[in-house]
């Protein structure tokens, strides 16, 4: 007898197979969408949570006086912004991320909604994890990148705000103080290889690969450097001057108040004491700023700063809820998905 009948191989058979096979598909689609499926999850939440602290009907109705004209140009701006911030990223990895532009489209608005739901900015670790599952980029390179972009969104934010006091003022010496802190980032450029040779002196030896990593995250030369610049600028003036325009629109503020509550709702976000979503901590921070760039105190403006305050965080909540929306369609999957 021979020994294969002795000692049969076990066999599944069929349904063995066809119940494992759709599985194995199933996890493997769902790895290759995972961040699609993350996304209209993080939507699906948002769009819950405005529900719930606000309720959308009270959303729409207080746009309804200042008018929907208003409000979609201000959405459209804002949404121009997303886009503008994609492409610095696109310029910053044109390797990795070329012929994507959609993808990365998509990846941004993911991060852009994890830093406004996460507290106290931890959604920004996502950045360096998405570019590396999407695009294969390192994670030192993606974080040292970060870095260096989130230094030139705090630059261009305050400079933004600045322009406000210069116009509040008016006078010469106000326009000069801003032109020169507006210049600061390209003379720290130009005089980068002596501040990272100076780092290295002083610095402990194993600091050496992260100064190293510090440096890798830097534009490549002047061209690459002018264009992430540029576009920061472009692109934090536009928010900025959105947000202040809505500000003034609603509440009735200057142009010195509209900066500062812009400013101050910009900045709150980044500070530790920042709230899931900006609930409290956003409307707070516009209101501290518009008073600390000279906004009126008393009672009744207080109260119609504070409406003011809230509609502009439920447009820029809502923003990001749409933009992400939006990415959906613009992303084309890769080759083999």
């Known amino acids: 007898m021979p020994s294969s009948e002795l000692h049969p191989k076990p066999s599944y058979g069929a349904p063995y197979y066809m119940k494992n096979y759709p599985v194995a598909s199933r996890r493997a689609w769902i790895i290759r969408h ?37 409000a979609l140009v201000a959405l459209a701006l804002l949404l121009g912004t997303y886009v503008l911030r994609t492409w610095r990223i696109y310029d910053y990895f044109p390797k990795e991320t070329g012929g994507h532009f959609g993808t990365l489209l998509r990846l941004v608005q993911v991060h852009n ?77 130009a005089l980068r290889g002596h501040a990272f040779r100076l780092f290295a002196k002083v610095l402990p030896v194993k600091a050496g690969k992260l100064l190293d990593e510090v440096e890798a995250g830097l534009p490549f030369d002047a061209g690459a450097f002018a264009r992430a610049w540029g576009a920061t600028l472009v692109n934090w003036f536009t928010k900025i001057a959105v947000l202040a325009w809505v500000l003034g629109l609603l509440g009735g503020l200057s142009i ?71 990415s959906l369609f613009a992303a084309r999957p890769k080759k083999g998905e």
Not at 55 to 66: F, K, P, T, Y
Not at 136 to 143: I, K, W
Not at 162 to 180: D, M, P, S
């Open 113 to 189: 909604l994890l830093n406004v739901m996460l507290p106290f900015r931890t959604g920004e670790a996502s950045f360096p994890l998405l570019m590396r599952r999407e695009f294969d980029v390192p994670l030192a390179r993606g974080t040292s990148a970060l870095l260096v972009m989130r230094l030139f969104d705090l630059h261009a934010l305050l400079a933004a705000a600045g322009t406000g006091l210069a116009l509040q003022t008016g006078k010469v010496w106000a326009w000069a103080l801003w032109l020169l802190f507006l210049l600061l980032p390209a003379l720290a450029f």
């Open 256 to 326: 010195a108040p509209s900066f500062g509550g812009a400013l101050g709702g910009e900045l709150s976000s980044v500070l530790p004491v920042h709230a899931p979503a900006g609930v409290g901590t956003y409307p707070a921070g516009i209101t501290a700023g518009a008073l600390a760039f000279g906004g009126d105190a008393g009672r009744q403006a207080l109260e119609e700063l504070g409406q003011a305050a809230v509609n502009t965080h439920l447009l820029v909540i809502v923003s990001s809820l749409v933009g992400t929306a939006l």
């Open 34 to 70: 995972a961040m699609t499926l993350g996304t209209v999850a993080i939507i699906a939440v948002y769009a819950a949570f405005i529900q719930w602290v606000w309720g959308w009907q009270s959303v729409v109705s207080l746009w309804s006086g200042a008018g929907w004209t208003s």
